[in-house]
T-cell receptor, first 114, second 114 residues
Framework: DTEVTQTPKHLVMGMTNKKSLKCEQH?????MYWYKQKAKKPPELMFV???????INESVPSRFSPECPNSSLLNLHLHALQPEDSALYLC?????????????FGPGTRLTVT | AQSVTQLGSHVSVSEGALVLLRCNYS??????LFWYVQYPNQGLQLLLK??????LVKGINGFEAEFKKSETSFHLTKPSAHMSDAAEYFC????????????FGKGTRLSVIA
């Protein structure tokens, strides 16, 4: 299994809703990432987990709450989002290959906040 | 701080023509450089990476890139464009160590004309 999966593919939520995005990988990678990507822009880093511990938080608003329950699973809990949070949310895991690191990306969750 | 600059937000080529996408980097230490491709409504796929082992790097789908330290460049090329190459291409840089996240360029959209 050489892929990162993300569910759901699409999510529409109101500003008062609570929802979660899920990311899963079974490649044994010990670092996982959340990125946010707005249309026609590059991905922007949100969070990094290393060995299930949060190691980087890029000053993301508290309405986004990450969770890493185990080495294969990464969640992003959403609450009281704003319309400007509508974006593609990408998950990635990091793989070490002969001294260098590569990131595998999932297909993303397209989030629309109404 | 590390950064990459992609020259040209949109490049258009005819099918069968040479593809050249430009990327210049800025780094105070030897960088690791990557090219990713993103098809519409999908995640990012790694095309190739530079890790100092060889200056000419071959990737998937017939793409290659050459690292030129004197020009601080890592341009992506393909001898003959195919319609299926139409996508968004991102150049990215990272340091070697730890959980260092990728720093992406702004992206170049490649159109292929029949």
């Amino acid at each position: 299994d050489t892929e990162v999966t993300q569910t759901p593919k699409h999510l529409v939520m109101g500003m008062t809703n609570k929802k979660s995005l899920k990311c899963e990988q079974h490649m044994g990678h010990r670092a996982m990432y959340w990125y946010k990507q707005k249309a026609k822009k590059p991905p922007e880093l949100m969070f990094v987990y290393s060995y299930e511990k949060l190691s980087i938080n890029e000053s993301v608003p508290s309405r986004f709450s990450p969770e890493c329950p185990n080495s294969s699973l990464l969640n992003l809990h959403l609450h009281a989002l704003q319309p400007e949070d509508s974006a593609l949310y990408l998950c990635a895991s990091r793989y070490r290959d002969r001294g260098t690191y590569e990131q595998y990306f999932g297909p993303g969750t397209r989030l629309t906040v109404t | 701080a590390q950064s990459v600059t992609q020259l040209g937000s949109h490049v258009s080529v005819s099918e069968g023509a040479l593809v050249l996408l430009r990327c210049n980097y800025s780094s105070s230490v030897p960088p690791y450089l990557f090219w990713y491709v993103q098809y519409p409504n999908q995640g990012l796929q790694l095309l190739l990476k530079y890790t100092s082992a060889a200056t000419l790097v071959k990737g998937i789908n017939g793409f290659e890139a050459e690292f030129k330290k004197s020009e601080t460049s890592f341009h992506l090329t393909k001898p003959s464009a195919h319609m299926s190459d139409a996508a968004e291409y991102f150049c990215a840089v990272s340091r070697v160590s730890g959980n260092t996240p990728l720093v992406f360029g702004k992206g170049t959209r490649l159109s292929v004309i029949a």
